[in-house]
Structures are given as structure tokens and as C-alpha cells.
């Protein structure tokens, strides 16, 4: 469990100096933490999702936003729980990355690109040889979210906090203002809430 932690303060506070080398190496180790039940489909449990929040209120404003999305309020809720404790876990603002899958996939779970990337996330399946396991399901909820967010944390890490060049990396669009723009207006117009800072 100390190991875990451990590995977890790295992740959210790199100590300055390293290089991108040993930044990308401790994306490698903290997407490694995957206990068997998180490598299958199944979402966040309730239990799980209020141990981080006190705030009953998310939950319930993102699900009325997603709902054009997914009319199924279970549904919703199950995949909002996750995004929430997913992006938690990796240092990222849970609305931030609502907007991400909103531009990446629309928040359809079986999107394939034109490149191959899938999921939610549209994670490119060569991640899984670079930071996973061949049992991982890039289609998988818990997963491709795990994936996701762990690759645009180390990708903050690694452009110094800098969101917007983060995001173009994500993206592989390093550069360009298209991709970066689409999110943060997402962010801004459709998944803001009170406790952010745009």
C-alpha cells in the first residue's frame, strides 16, 4: 500500500530536474496499478467514488448534462463515477477530462479512429505494449480511462504544467491551437463547474 502511494505523490509531484525519461518512466510504473478488478468492464462503485468528494451535487449536474449522451441514467451515473475517480487519481480535474472525451470520441465507448485509437480516450493501442499488459481491453471503462488519463498526466508532467501544449501532445498535435481549443471550449461552455479555474 506505502509502494502505491509512493509511486502515486511521484506521479501528481514530480521532483523537478528529472528528465522526460524518468517522467515517462513513472507513467510506466503507476499504470502498472491495476488490481483485476479495475482491468475489467466494470465501473467505479458509489462506495469508492464518495470517498473522494464530499460534493453530492456533481454527480447529479454532470449526469443531466451527459444525458443527450446517454440516456440511461445508469449508465450515466456508472461512467461519470469513474471518469470522476480516474481523473482524481491522476492528478486532473475530473470536468477537464469529460471535455476530452467529448472532442476524442463523443463519448462513445467503441470508437475506433481512422488510426486505430479506441475508446472513450482513443487510446492508440501500442500503449499497451509501451505501459500496459496484453490482458488490457481498450474498450474497457475502467481501462481506457485509466490509459487516458495517465498518458495526459504524464504529458503535463512533461510540458511543465503548460495544458495546452499537454493537450496538443495528447492529441498529436503539438503546436497546433485546433485540438486544445476545442477541449478548453467544451471545458468552458458545457462542463464548467463552480469549483473550477480555467
Known sequence: MYQVIAILLIILFPITGHTSIQRYEHLIIS???FTQTEINDEAVTYQDYIKLTTDNVWLVTMSERLKRFKSDQNERESFLRTVYYEATR???NPQLVL???QVESGFRKYAISHAGARGYMQIMP???DT???ANHNLFHLRVNL???CMILRHYLNKENGDLFRALGRYNGSLGQSTYPQLVFNLWHSTWHYPSDTL
Open 31 to 33: 499504470t502498472q496499478i
Open 126 to 128: 501500442f500503449w499497451i
Open 99 to 101: 471535455s476530452v472525451i
Open 146 to 148: 485509466r490509459y487516458g
Open 90 to 92: 491522476a492528478g486532473l
Open 131 to 133: 505501459i500496459g499488459e
